[in-house]
């Protein structure tokens, strides 16, 4: 597949699987081992998710050498301070079963981000994690978390679908040499994304559905993406992206699209920040 080279040359699959709402352990196990089966060589997970001993459980039971996968973890908020990374990235490390991941991110854009930085630069010094990034952060945030700090992020996870396409952020974020990662892909199935007439039109002619015509829209613009289905008929469908290209005009009617707001929430919410700086993950 595809890669994508961080600025501190580690390579990553530009497609991802998602595992975000996949907490019956049983189901996550069994998604993890199916996307693997498919192809799918790089696993997003995260400390809220609840659900990293099932995904290190789906990777250790998958014919795939560990060092042929790439698995970020995200960290959650309760533990974005320079103890809180230390300790909560051993117990992943633990419940995901290896002695390293390959991305580890700074999940939201709150609490004590600098001291999470700086343990997160100490963690890839000792290898535990091959590169570290954000994700939900303002390129604002980003930039000033790298003028003062010896890392830059290497990537930055947002929300990036064909309604919030964020452009100028991309921009923003790839001439600081932040590799963008879009969640959300298919904007979780709102707005009823997989019935809309432009993308429909656009997979017609191609013999291609939507949700492949969106992954081959960000994969064309270097973007990572992270794609998730419990289902392994789609999980084989997300990955046939790579035998075909859009042209210019259905670049420019995806354009038309864009609506420039999350489908989901906004960062900058109070209430929102409220709320996950009220979430614990109890570790
Ligand atoms: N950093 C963050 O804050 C953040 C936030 C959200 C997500 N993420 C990451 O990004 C990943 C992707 O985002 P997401 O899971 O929120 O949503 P998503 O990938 O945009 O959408 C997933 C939804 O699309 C459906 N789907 C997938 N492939 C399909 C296809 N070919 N045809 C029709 N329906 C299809 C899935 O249903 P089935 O499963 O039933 O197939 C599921 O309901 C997450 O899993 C997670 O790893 C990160």
Do not use: C
Not at 38 to 43: E, N, S
Not at 94 to 99: N, V
Not at 158 to 165: A, G, H, K, L
Not at 191 to 209: E, H, Q, R, T
């Amino acid at each position: 597949m595809k890669t994508v080279k961080l600025a501190n040359g580690v390579e990553v699959p530009i497609l991802g699987f998602g595992t975000f709402q996949i907490t019956d352990p049983q189901e996550a196990e069994k998604a993890v081992k199916d996307a693997i089966k498919a192809g799918y060589r790089h696993i997003d997970t995260a400390q809220s998710y609840m659900n990293e001993e099932a995904v290190g459980k789906g990777i250790a039971h998958s014919d795939v050498p560990r060092e042929e996968l790439f698995v970020t973890t995200k960290v959650w908020v309760d533990n974005v301070n320079y103890d809180g990374v230390m300790t909560s990235v051993e117990r992943s490390l633990e419940r995901l079963g290896l002695d390293y991941v390959d991305l580890l991110l700074i999940h939201q854009p709150y609490n004590d981000v600098y001291g999470a930085w700086r343990a997160m630069e100490e963690l890839q010094k000792q290898g535990k994690v091959r590169a570290i990034g954000v994700s939900n952060f303002g390129v604002d945030r980003a930039v000033d978390l790298a003028a003062f700090n010896e890392v830059t992020p290497q990537v930055n996870q947002i929300e990036i679908n064909p309604f919030q396409q964020q452009a100028k952020n991309i921009e923003a974020l790839k001439n600081e040499g932040i590799i963008p990662e879009a969640w959300a892909p298919f904007a979780e199935g709102k707005n009823d994304i997989f019935n809309n007439a432009v993308l429909k039109n656009i997979g017609n002619k191609y013999g291609k559905s939507v949700a492949q015509v969106i992954i081959r829209w960000l994969v064309e613009q270097d973007i990572i993406v992270l794609a998730k289905s419990v289902k392994p008929e789609r999980m084989v469908e997300n990955l046939a992206v790579f035998d075909f290209e859009l042209t210019e005009e259905d670049k420019k009617e995806m354009a038309t699209l864009n609506e420039g707001e999350s489908q989901f929430f906004s960062h900058s919410d109070p209430e929102m920040i409220k709320w996950m700086a009220s979430r614990k993950m109890d570790i």
